[in-house]
């Protein structure tokens, strides 16, 4: 039986046959150099989904690689203990002088070494350690944190990857940069990764870390880049997928390779190319316009954020106050919040708007009249509050008044906004103010009678 389209297309994990090398930036070897740099905190930061993770698993190996997310660490000894979870160390132990016969006791082994907390050098290759039975006296240890991670993996080939540093609250950020300080000083290694925006939390947490920091930047990928993980994938699976299909897999991507994963595999499931074609020529799905389309839809189904266009949908409260309401192209009508959102929706897909951009955007998205630039930067200013006092961990959009530029950093959020077709149902705002006026008028009636 050859392989299956989910071994081969992987959104969700290590991608072991379509792993793309992109040999420009170098991001590899620069990995590779500063884990053996003593002393050295690496810091790798991109835009969302732009594989961090996976690049610091294909150099260190998913043996070596100790995970600890952002949003797990509450305090500063949050991150030792999860590491010595990892190791499954337990809380405490018994240490005391045995008597009687002695036996083997079997020690468990994992990525490779010795359960921590037996002791490096008291486990043979076989994994069997020779213990007393019989009366034991002594104390309990407890675990020691940072000491104790130092004393069984410095100077070794685990590395410990803090996830989502940017999660942690700010206060914890600058205790925990305390204690990596002197981690890579002891020789652990240690990697953060943060989107592209929070990238120097690290240093900022902890002034004194720098010099002692590599940043290494991934970027977006590029459509080339891209339309590689679809040639490689389909190559594995015998198949060959129309070129321009790829293309524009690359562009609905945005720049994410985990989500051009998610529509190479889409593309397997609605093609019925679930494994590896047997025959002597390549097979050849056609992915017509229907098709596609429905490739796109199924899609946006696994990057969910109904919940969130939502409550961006139908904005603050209007306290009485009508608001203007807009007719589009596609015959429904909505108020700015809708047209802003339907703007961001429309082609070509990127995920960063300047104000000019903007407002031709809304401009073409409505069949008259349109929002006036002042109204378009107080929605986005609205809607930048909303999505971080509403769902704070989503970080799916960002205001920056300054610039002025409005950031999609999650790609996942713009597709859902292009292909769920959540913008092209009546606005419940705009319901909620018809049922308000019809309400009112049969009050009135009433009141007339």
Known sequence: MGLKAVDVFTPGSFPEYTYVVRAEQGLEQSLRDSLETTGQIVSISGPSKSGKTVLVEKVVGQNSLITVTGASIRTPDDLWQQVLDWMDVPTSTSVGENSDSTKGVEASVKGGFSVPFLGK?????????????????????NR??????????ADSSFVILIDDF?????????????????????????????????????????PELRGRVRAIDLGYWSSKELCEIAT??????????????????ASESAGSPQLMQLLCLEACFVTNLREEHQGIIPAAPNLDSSLLKMVLEQTSSRTDFR??????????????????????????TGDVYRVVLKAVASNPPQL?????????????????DSPVGSSVTSTCVHMAKLATEKFPNDQVIDWDDSKPVLDL?????????????????????????????????????????
């Open 307 to 332: 919940s969130l266009v939502d409550v961006l949908d139908s904005g603050p409260p209007t306290r009485g106050t009508k608001r203007t309401m807009f007719t589009f192209h596609d015959g429904t």
């Open 232 to 249: 490689t994938g389909f190559s594995k699976l015998n198949a060959s997928f129309d070129p321009a299909v790829s293309a524009t897999f």
């Open 121 to 141: 050098a008291e486990i043979g290759t076989t994994g069997t350690l020779s213990t007393a039975s019989g009366h034991t006296t002594g104390a309990v240890r």
């Open 409 to 449: 950093p999650n790609p996942y959020f713009m597709f859902y906004l292009r292909w769920s077709g959540r913008l092209h149902t009546p606005q419940r705002a705009a319901l909620s103010q018809q049922l308000q006026d019809t309400s009112a008028e049969a009050s009135n009636l009433e009141f007339e009678k």
């Open 144 to 153: 020691r944190g940072l000491q104790q991670v130092v004393a069984e993996i």
């Open 166 to 206: 940017h999660y942690m609250p700010r206060d914890v950020q600058t205790e925990v940069a305390k204690s990596l300080k002197e981690a890579v000083r002891l020789k652990l290694k240690i990697v953060t990764a943060s989107v592209s925006h929070r990238g120097d939390d690290v240093v900022r947490a902890n």
């Open 352 to 368: 960063s708007f300047t104000y000019d951009e903007l407002l031709i955007r809304t401009a073409k998205e409505c069949v008259v």
